[in-house]
């Protein structure tokens, strides 16, 4: 099966990639100087060109609360025009299978926990990352349009919860929570200081998942693709508070000292838990423990 991967040289790709199931699959992942996807032209010749089987739609601008909350027009532009590229270029050329890939972030910020599906546009969303919710969601009504209107084609959507692993992006302002913790942990204890600040009072609670597993999922996704529903939530279907995972990472690399919780800097929203019953359902769940994960991706980390 010939599988177009855009965002391959992200962090999704690249965990997607390296994972072992990979190999029963011949990837196109062309990296950003070989093609621009905001060239829909450019987008549409390669589609010609590679004639691919399937494509999954991971490529995006992605960043921590702090990177949303100073560019939200970046976040909101960069992946409206991708996703439209991607999405209408599939269905200009024919393509029939697609796997776009949204974000936890698109549900309303005032529902009940766990989030189910059918919460999408139902509510405001949290303000923090309005841009790149407003984008995702986008992308996911296109796939919805083109599947109903167009019976050829068949674009469907998976969610996944927040991701960390490998080949994250640990130093910078586009950090996510973990990698952006392992940084500040390690921080300190080579620093030899006794507190590392947090944001909030850590009491948000998070779902985090290994990005190892959402690879393996993307793979069984293809391979699964007709009986894979139209949205499907992807993650654990359990959280942690950000006090929890400050905590983990401690006792992965060995930091013995104090928190410093901030309540004056923002935190998002105050839980974001997603409804995992149709992927259960569906046959899958992750397998990487919290603390494995943090293992590994310290060790990804270590080696930069």
């Known amino acids: ?28 992942g062309p990296t950003r100087q070989e093609l621009d996807l905001s060239d ?4 549409v010749k390669f589609l010609k060109k590679n004639k691919p089987d399937i494509i999954i739609h991971a490529a995006g601008k992605v960043g921590g609360i702090k990177a949303n909350i100073e560019d939200p027009y970046g976040f909101l532009i960069e992946n409206i025009t991708v996703g439209i590229n991607i999405i209408r270029a599939a269905k200009e050329c024919g393509v029939s ?18 989030l189910r599906e059918t919460e999408i546009l139902t509510g405001p969303l949290e303000p923090t990352n309005e841009g790149y919710a407003l984008s995702k969601i986008l992308a996911i009504r296109m796939c919805d349009y083109i599947s109903d209107q167009f019976s050829e084609l068949n674009f469907k959507s998976i969610i996944p919860c927040n991701i960390y692993g490998p080949f994250d992006k640990f130093r910078d302002d586009s950090a996510h929570l973990i990698p952006a913790i392992i940084h500040k942990v390690h921080q300190a204890v080579i620093s030899g200081n006794e507190t590392v600040k947090v944001w909030g009072d850590g009491s948000a609670r998070r779902e985090f ?24 939530n992807v993650g654990l279907g359990h959280d942690y508070t950000i006090k929890e995972y400050y905590e983990a990472v401690s006792s992965v690399i060995g930091f013995n000292g104090q928190f410093e919780f901030d309540p004056s800097q923002p935190t998002g929203m105050k839980r974001k ?12 769940t992750p397998n990487t423990e919290l603390i494995q994960g943090i293992k590994q991706t310290y060790e990804y980390y270590k080696s930069l």
């Open 1 to 28: 099966m010939r599988v177009f991967l855009t965002g391959a040289s992200g962090m999704v790709g690249r965990n997607a990639k390296s994972h072992e199931n990979a190999r029963q699959f011949d990837i196109l």
């Open 97 to 114: 299978r697609l796997i776009n890939l949204g974000s936890s972030c698109i549900y309303p910020n005032d529902r009940i926990i766990p």
């Open 209 to 232: 998942m290994f990005a190892g597993d959402l690879g393996g999922f993307l793979w069984e996704a293809c391979n699964r693709f007709d009986s894979l529903p139209q949205i499907m």
């Open 273 to 284: 838990l997603t409804c995992t019953k149709q992927s259960i359902k569906w046959g899958w």
């Open 40 to 43: 829909f032209e450019g987008v």
